[in-house]
């Protein structure tokens, strides 16, 4: 088994089989991300297996499907490790901590919760008090 043998099987695939190699790619890259509920990613990652499955039994050669799979995996993996080494690099990862209220925010309400000063308030109706 040559690498050039590997990619001429790529010329005799049907239309089904470049349909479950992408529906592995795709579900594989869903059930890596965040994107996903837990649950959401256990069916994405039972499809993808599914999928590389399905890719591999409908090849005529099945150790070239085999082999393209994997090399499917180690490609998207790589760009993951790329992606996530960039992002920490440059510190785009990392959580911005809760930002404190404006001061304007807080300032108003400060003025909503305030009562208002003694010589202000109105007494109440039917009592003797006098201002």
Known sequence: MSAL?????LRTMGLLQLLLAFVACMAYLLAQGRLLSRTGRGWAWALAVGSAVG??????????????TA?????IGSFTAIVWLTARAIGVDRTAPPEAPA?????????VTAAPP???????????ASA
């Open 5 to 9: 043998g590997v990619f001429d099987g």
């Open 55 to 68: 890719f591999v039994a409908l090849d005529r050669d099945w150790t070239n499907a085999v082999v393209l």
């Open 71 to 75: 090399i499917a995996i180690a490609g």
């Open 103 to 111: 001061a304007a925010t807080v300032v108003a309400a400060e003025a």
């Open 118 to 128: 003694d010589d202000e308030r109105r007494p109440i109706r039917g009592s003797t």
